[in-house]
């Protein structure tokens, strides 16, 4: 597993893994036949950056993009993306109970690809799906929170109390 320092926060590790479909990268500059309404395949909506932010870069002079990919996933392709998910899991040793960034990271990039999947077919249904993403994620954040919360109370307490202690011994 790459990371980005040794002394690295687990939550800040780096995959190589990208499970969401992107289409093929686009050329937005330095192609004079180009046009501002072609940097978008057919089909593209701006909803599909909630799930796929898109990717800029630019190689050899000329300015580069990939977005998430508009065509729908046949039943093979969830296969792939299924067993490519149980590859990952095992190539990243996610540990299956407990709490798993790596699990986290992998799941989660695999239910952004579901969501572009319904997003082809239903954008009503995929916007109520990044809801729920969004929702899920907003209640990971508030749980920490409370974590850390509890565990500073608990923690500036139990100073106190020891406080309390040696001084009373002192006395």
């Known amino acids: 597993m790459e990371t980005k320092d040794d002394d690295v926060d687990c939550k800040e590790i780096v995959f ?6 992107g289409c093929d990268p ?27 932010p898109p990717e800029e870069w630019t190689e050899n002079g000329k300015k580069w993009r ?3 990919s508009t065509k729908p996933a ?15 899991l095992e190539h ?5 109970h407990g709490v ?19 997003c082809v077919n239903s954008i009503d ?3 109520l799906l990044i809801k729920i993403r969004n ?23 139990a100073s106190l109390d020891q406080l309390a202690m040696i001084l009373s011994m002192n006395t």
């Open 92 to 96: 990243w040793n996610a540990k299956m």
């Open 26 to 52: 686009i050329l937005i500059e330095g192609d004079e036949n180009n046009k501002d309404n072609e940097c978008y395949p057919t089909g593209y909506n701006k909803i599909f950056e909630y799930v796929y």
């Open 135 to 157: 929702e899920y994620n907003q209640s990971i954040i508030n749980h920490k929170r409370y974590f850390e919360s509890g565990l500073i109370f608990r923690i500036k307490h």
């Open 100 to 118: 798993c960034p790596v699990r986290r990271e992998l799941y989660t990039q695999c239910f952004n690809e579901l969501i572009r999947q319904v």
């Open 125 to 127: 249904q995929g916007e």
């Open 16 to 21: 190589d893994v990208k499970l969401v479909k």
């Open 74 to 88: 046949d039943r093979h392709q969830v296969m792939a993306l299924a067993e490519e998910l149980k590859l990952n």
């Open 66 to 68: 990939r977005v998430a």
